[in-house]
């Protein structure tokens, strides 16, 4: 509780007064005690409030401790929010230079969208000519398939006329292997003398050539073929239609002159013609046609593997012709192109 100034100032009056005004005979030891008393008093009453003021000092010290703290943390905070303001500055600057470049990629990408939609629309056009240039494309290659076609029918048509002529140029040879050779003989002199001793002729067929096929080996094992161009197709097929007869058992044969496309077919066809003449029937091999019991004989894939399918054949001509009455003229069979020669007989 706080003393009041005023009673403190009447008390030391009194006191001055008592100890220098009053006389000495008043002065007795009841007032010097009342007086001490007193100023017991008061200064108790004063100890009392310096406790109370030190108590309120040390509030007051604490408080201030709390204030400087308060103060501290309050220089802290300013200075982080210096800083903070600092970061705001950068961040700031930050999201300008961000902007900056947001706007500069905003028109990175406007310009890569107008490139996008150049390169579609060039891809688009691109398309349309690659469209154009495969159809273009198709229809050179139709055409040129087309003239391809045109050209291997032609090329075969050619191959197939040649074929012919070279069968045509061989219609009058004949083949003969087996006659023994000499390297000086006269070929066409050893060839009218064999025929005459084994067909038993009194004169000379004419030919238009004879040679030997190849060149002249001594170390070769057998004598080579024998190729003689009649003058006349007559004298021909006489000498080749009596061979089986007249040349049985002297190991010479006479066969036929073909060309090679001609002669590859025919050996193909040989081992069919053999079979169907085990199983009794009917065979003639026409150039490159074999006709089975009056039918044509037509190759599959199975026969050109070495294997022996079943023929299938189509009527002859000639077995149609006697089911349609017809005029002289038609009725006779077409001739068939000449081409290359019979098996390889031993007579």
Not at 171 to 193: H, K, M
Not at 224 to 252: C, M, N, P
Request: charged share 35%.
């Amino acid at each position: 509780m706080e003393v009041p100034v005023a009673d403190t100032a009447k008390l030391l009056a009194e006191s001055h007064s008592i100890i220098y005004n009053e006389p000495e005979e008043n002065i007795t030891l009841n007032s010097i005690h009342y007086l001490l008393t007193q100023m017991n008093t008061k200064l108790t009453n004063i100890e009392h409030k310096n406790d109370s003021l030190e108590a309120r000092l040390t509030a007051i010290e604490c408080k201030m401790t709390s204030i400087h703290e308060m103060q501290s943390s309050l220089n802290t905070v300013k200075s982080q929010v210096e800083q903070l303001d600092e970061d705001v500055k950068c961040v700031k600057k930050d999201v300008q230079s961000l902007e900056t470049n947001m706007n500069s990629l905003g028109n990175v990408f406007d310009s890569v969208k107008e490139t996008v939609d150049s390169n579609k629309r060039n891809i688009t056009d691109c398309q349309k000519i690659t469209q154009q240039c495969t159809q273009a494309q198709r229809t050179a290659e139709d055409k040129m398939t087309a003239e391809l076609r045109t050209v291997r029918e032609e090329s075969e048509r050619l191959q197939s006329s040649v074929t012919d002529l070279k069968a045509r140029s061989m219609r009058e040879n004949l083949v003969f292997a087996g006659i023994p050779e000499d390297n000086r003989e006269d070929t066409e002199a050893v060839l009218q003398e064999f025929l005459q001793r084994k067909y038993k002729l009194d004169y000379e067929i004419p030919f238009e050539r004879v040679h030997r096929m190849g060149k002249w080996n001594e170390f070769n094992e057998h004598p080579r073929k024998i190729i003689a161009k009649f003058t006349y197709f007559k004298d021909r097929e006489f000498i080749r239609t009596r061979a089986a007869q007249k040349l049985r058992g002297s190991r010479v044969w006479v066969n036929e002159q073909f060309p090679p496309e001609i002669e590859e077919k025919r050996k193909k066809l040989y081992p069919i013609m053999r079979q169907a003449k085990k199983d009794n029937k009917r065979t003639k091999l026409v150039r490159d046609t074999l006709y089975i019991d009056g039918e044509e004989y037509i190759p599959t894939s199975e026969s050109a593997n070495g294997r022996d399918p079943p023929a299938r054949s189509k009527p002859s001509t000639a077995s149609s012709n006697r089911s349609n009455p017809q005029t002289k003229r038609d009725r006779q069979p077409q001739k068939r192109q000449r081409q290359q020669s019979t098996p390889d007989r031993e007579f």
